[in-house]
């Protein structure tokens, strides 16, 4: 085994570490996470007949989240009397890295990829299940009532949601037979988009999702109306922004899971490239999932707990029988 | 990343730390907890204008716990589905038996959980 | 580059997994728990079982943990039990429980427990499947059973502790 510090200079200096790096890493998601902060202000904006964000640019304010950014950083940092200050500052950080690391397992176009890892797919959702640990954190630790009971409602709508959308991944597995991520999307190469034969799994997919961000109409840990921000009430200027970011780089991520699972991912005629593709698909997802909250009410949390643990757990296994009959064939029982 | 005859996961690991690593000393650089002149104002916990009394974590939401326990325990679930699914095509119709029980099993507490969740005075 | 991983993972995992015995606030050892469970599947995924190693985050650190977390912060903040006297004596029992293990560990070779099923290049997932529901169908069912009995019985407990 060679010398670890020529190892670590080799890797360091090769086309590997750029790609982490860069693109499709670790800048590429910072730059992407204040690119949707004001994307979705303004598209919420042009839905309420507003103008929406304008001013930190010529051309219709399109940097308004690097505005933000700068802003906050200049912002005091007041930690509550009693918080437990480590993991009141790790949470964030530690969702952040969550971000990047859902993101590092999609394809996003043939050969880039940060990893290809084999169990893609449930290395994907493994990750997404660490969420709920990281907001219960974040609420218990800044002492503070709003943001407990915050923390606690998000443990709860993440937990009941968990469940529905492994399932609904489920039905992709069996009909790919595959686990990986660009397998999955070398199958609908050869045999059709995936949202076609799994409409209900997609469905389920994007409600159960929608859910597992907070976002509305399933944002009561977040409600600001309710109980002003929830688990975020307590987070001062710089840490809000490292609250905020992770939000949109889930969006992010969940987004182009869809693609990749039921839309086929970087695939398409060869008139446009594939990763033009990729985010074509994703962006499309990600206007029908922010257009989600200019439409829908906030759900109750008792309510929101029941329809997860019973029509959508219900719905699910639904899917999985339908992908098991188009598996295995209708005679076939 | 194979060509360079690095595994994917390790590759993964790497990318994982590297992220890591750039955050915290951005971080560092970036964020110090400053506050120049500390009232005890600024540091009270906030409730939208009123004082706060009590000590800060004693709400609790107690009676969504089976939900937590019913988690644990369908995640379990999960991953044999997993493995099931992964093979359906040579397993087929007659590899589903033993699942088929499987999840019939697993659901009826399922029921129960959701019967005594309807019983409202129980929680 | 396997060498270094392993050692990385491996200080990771012990000294997590220390600290989440020695700790005296509870939330700060249900998260070094949480940690060292993490260092436990990334020892997963060097031995070649991704499968394994994904499930034990979404398992372990994202169920059991989260439950551990729950439990803890409704139980109080009540400070661990004070750090024994006997510190040195722990540590000598410590070192020779572990020194007696790792002999016995390494006399047990590997003919020892002959798999059904060895496969070498050609195990993949698949593989993995079809042994499962095959050859392991029966275990599979008295699992489910196991796992129904937990959550009845769980619901039951709590149930219990609120009708007083």
Known sequence: ?333 | MVSQGIPEETGYIIFLFVATLALVITLRLVISPRDPRPTPEKRAPFESGQIASGPGRTRFIIQYYPYILMFVVYDVIAMFLFAWALDLRSLGAAGTVPILTFMVVALVPLAYALHLAGQRENW | MTDLTFLALATVTVASSILALEARDLVYGAAALGISFLGIAGLFFLLDASYIGAFQIAVYIGAVVVLILFTVMLVGPQLGEPPLELKRLSLLIALLVSLLLGTAGSLTSAAAFPGPDNCGAGCDLTRLSSTLINQYGVPLEFLSLVLAAAVIGALTLAKADRKQ
């Not at chain 1, 949202?195 to 961000?213: D, K």
């Open chain 1, 1 to 333: 085994m060679s010398d670890p510090v020529s190892q670590i200079l080799q890797l360091v200096t090769s086309t590997y570490f750029l790609e982490i790096v860069v693109f499709p890493g670790l800048i590429s998601i910072a730059i992407l996470g204040a690119f949707f902060t004001w994307f979705e202000r303004k598209l919420t904006a042009r839905v309420q007949l507003r103008i929406g964000p304008s001013y930190s640019s010529p051309v219709g304010g399109i940097l308004q989240g690097f505005a933000d950014i700068i802003k906050l950083l200049f912002k005091e940092l007041i930690i509550p009397e009693g918080a437990d200050r480590f993991f009141f500052i790790m949470s964030p950080v530690t969702a952040l890295i969550i971000g990047a690391a859902l993101l590092g397992l999609i394809p996003f176009a043939p050969g880039v990829q940060i990893a290809n890892v084999e169990v893609g797919l449930p290395a994907f959702l493994a990750i997404v299940t660490l969420s709920p640990t990281i907001v219960l954190l974040a609420g218990w630790s800044a002492n503070s009532k709003f943001p407990f009971i915050g923390g606690l409602r998000a443990l709860f709508q993440q937990t009941a949601y968990e469940i529905p959308l492994w399932l609904s991944a489920l039905g992709v597995v069996m009909i790919t037979g595959t686990l990986n991520l660009t397998g999955i999307v070398q199958f609908q190469q050869n045999n059709g988009w995936l949202i076609l034969p799994q409409a209900l799994g997609a469905l389920l997919f994007i409600v159960t999702s929608t859910a597992e961000m907070e976002r509305l109409p399933f944002d009561l840990p977040e409600a600001e109306s309710e109980i002003m921000m929830g688990w975020q009430a307590e987070y001062p200027g710089p840490l809000f922004m490292l609250v905020q970011g992770p939000a949109f780089i889930k969006l992010y991520a969940f987004a182009a899971l869809f693609s990749t699972l039921y839309l086929g991912g970087y695939l398409g005629p060869a008139i446009i490239p594939p990763i033009v593709w990729f985010f074509l698909k994703t962006i499309v997802i990600i206007v029908a999932i922010m257009l989600f909250r200019s439409t829908f009410p906030r759900v109750r949390l008792d309510q929101l707990l029941r329809q997860g643990w019973t029509t959508l757990l219900t719905l699910s296994i639904v899917n999985i029988v339908i992908a098991y009959f188009i598996v295995v064939g209708v005679p076939a029982i």
